[in-house]
């Protein structure tokens, strides 16, 4: 079974309530990021971090002595990206200690919800609109995070520049593997620094390092101890 948790943005989606059926254990939950709207003009540029947070189904976390394996899949748009992919999971690596992700493309680990722990670069909806998505499966019983996946979408102009010329594939896999770790969306303005901010841009790279409100999430989960500012926003 697949929810929706959170779809925001021009291509708005209707939360699927899906069948109530006790007897499922692993139930998979999937964020939907998008490019930040046209109409919203120019991205939040607040000067301060905000200390905004929210956990996923109201807190779900990975088994801290778990290894997980993912392996990336599908043609990288541009040279360097699927490095990128793994710098954004170091980033985050270190915050969910001593759990960690492994890239193993010839074995990754299997996801209950289906398939096995991957990231893929491919197709969805075109130019604009969505830009990924990532899923956790989640064990009902047990609130634990046990898979994930991630999709990256190939009809967007990838960057793997510094500073970034188009959509910087850091920035928003940051954001991903947020959602991997256990975080959902802040929308205020205010967040506007913070990786789990829910829209990203063009030439946009300040999702490559987390803010104040990132890591008071982890320190929630993981008890991390991490709780000071910056350089969410980059300065
Ligand atoms: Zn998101």
Redesign the pocket.
């Known amino acids: 079974m697949i929810s929706i948790v ?1 779809a925001k943005g021009p291509a708005k989606q209707t939360p699927d309530k899906g069948v109530k059926a006790p007897q499922i254990e692993f139930v998979e939950e999937v ?1 939907v ?1 998008y490019k930040t709207p046209t109409h919203a003009g120019p991205g939040p540029h607040p000067t301060t971090e905000s200390d905004d947070f929210s956990l996923t189904m109201g807190g779900i976390s990975w088994i801290v002595s778990t290894t997980t394996k993912y392996k990336i899949e599908g043609g990288e748009p541009v040279s360097g990206a699927n490095t990128a992919l793994e710098a954004a999971e170091a980033t985050w690596d270190g915050f969910v200690n001593p759990a960690n992700f492994v890239r193993n493309d010839a074995d990754p680990s299997p996801n209950p919800c289906g398939g096995s722990n991957r990231i893929e670069w491919g197709l969805i909806d075109g130019v604009g609109n969505a830009l990924a998505f ?1 899923s956790v499966c989640r064990n009902v019983v047990t609130k634990e995070i046990v898979g994930f996946r991630m999709k990256l979408d190939t009809s967007e102009t990838w960057s793997t520049n510094t500073p970034a010329s188009d959509l910087d594939v850091e920035n928003v896999a940051s ?2 593997w947020g ?1 991997v770790a256990g975080l959902g ?1 802040t929308n205020k303005p205010a967040s506007g620094c913070l990786t ?1 901010y ?1 829209f990203a841009d063009d030439g946009e790279t300040q999702k490559r390092t987390l803010g104040l409100g990132d890591k008071l999430g982890m320190d929630t989960f993981y008890a991390t101890g991490i709780t000071g500012p910056g350089p969410g926003c980059g300065f």
């Open positions: 959170e964020f990021d990532a954001h991903e959602h969306h789990m829910n």
